[in-house]
């Protein structure tokens, strides 16, 4: 907790007390006796001022109590600061009163009553410093593990992106691959497609974010780079509407869906994918319907290996609390649909 937010909490708790002890004052019920030659307010400015002066021991010894080991030990050291402190608390007040103030000595005589008051507010002056002092603390310990947490998160988004763009990029080149051992003319065309999406992962997905339109042209060049080794262009069907301008997205956010539809989608369908992007007013739905490969394939769950995983502790990770992901996977198509607010 900054410094000054600290001192602002002591300034709030000693107005509280000195309202508190001005109270009677306010509603106009002490006693006449009590105003005369302003013995009230006196005793409110000894009383605070040396519950100052005992608030602070207690404030700074508390925590070094709970760190020694032997616990009677340390209720006997906690007892005898109590008692020195009640001590010193009625010796300075009777000195205050008798001598700065004057009260005659038969006023001013040790009575148990007397005691008992000054150990009642040493106590009671104890329990709030014990108190400030724990949600100090406390909103310090707060204030650590949330920096933690952040700086685990961005060190398991940052695993995370590690294994997506090597795991996409060994994808694609067995992919163009595949292109060259055909000898097939489509090849130089994957390889510039395949530069493109290499300058938007090298330039781009090292930001948190990036605009909606990078991530749908980064979308598109995979999805042409992955048509020309099915060799069909009617095999994805893709929609996008609504207005992209001034949205941004997580970089390579949308990938691992689309990457996953192709993995295991049908190659026989017309079409094998359908994909629906939606953006309007922050709001974006993306939405992917693959057609599956048949039974007996041997093929793995659509939900399975490193994509789909990885996107959704990302997206916890991302959006916490501004998204909502269904998957749903039927007889003949596995189904994702995912809803971002900014």
């Known amino acids: ?38 013995k009230y307010l006196k005793d409110v400015f000894i009383s605070t001022l040396l ?20 616990r009677i030990l340390a209720i006997g050291i906690g007892l005898a600061v109590i008692i020195t402190i009640t001590a010193f608390r009625a010796t300075a007040e009777h000195f205050i009163w008798k001598s700065l103030i004057q009260v005659p000595d038969k006023e001013m005589m040790f009575k ?15 329990i709030y410093a014990i108190l400030i002092r ?10 650590l593990r949330d920096a933690l947490v952040n700086q685990q998160q961005a060190s398991e988004l940052a695993l995370m992106r590690s294994q ?34 290499m300058r938007y992962m090298l330039y781009d997905s090292a930001s948190a974010n990036v605009p909606l339109e990078k991530e749908i042209e980064y979308l598109n060049s995979f999805i042409e780079l992955q048509n020309l080794r099915i060799k069909h262009n009617d095999f994805v069907s893709l929609k996008i509407e609504g207005n992209m301008q001034g949205q941004t997205i997580a970089p390579m956010l ?57 996107i959704k502790r990302r997206l916890e990770l991302i959006y916490p609390g501004r998204h909502t992901l269904s998957i749903n996977q039927g007889a003949e198509t596995f189904k994702i649909h995912l809803e971002i607010i900014s």
């Open 254 to 310: 949308l990938i691992s869906f689309v990457e996953n539809a192709f993995k295991h989608s049908n190659k026989n369908h017309r079409p094998g994918i359908l994909i629906h992007l939606m953006a309007d007013n922050g709001k974006l739905s993306f939405e992917v319907v693959n057609y599956l490969k048949k039974a007996g394939s041997g093929a793995e769950e659509p939900s399975s290996g490193i994509g789909l995983h990885t």
């Open 51 to 70: 519950n100052i002066i005992i608030f602070y021991p207690v404030y700074l010894l508390f925590p070094r109590l709970l760190k020694i080991n032997k």
């Open 164 to 197: 997506v763009n090597p795991h996409f990029l060994f994808n694609t080149l067995n992919n163009i691959y595949s292109l060259v051992y055909r000898k097939s003319d489509d090849a130089p065309e994957a390889v510039m497609k395949l530069s493109s999406i």
């Open 112 to 126: 148990t009553a007397y005691m008992w008051n000054n150990l009642r507010m040493v106590i009671i002056i104890g």
């Open 1 to 38: 907790m900054k410094r000054k937010n600290i001192i602002l909490i002591h300034l709030l708790f000693w107005f509280y007390i000195l309202n508190q002890n001005l109270f009677p004052l306010y509603i106009g019920q002490l006693d006449p006796v009590l105003l005369s030659g302003n």
């Open 134 to 143: 724990f949600m100090i603390n406390w909103f310090e310990a707060q204030k």
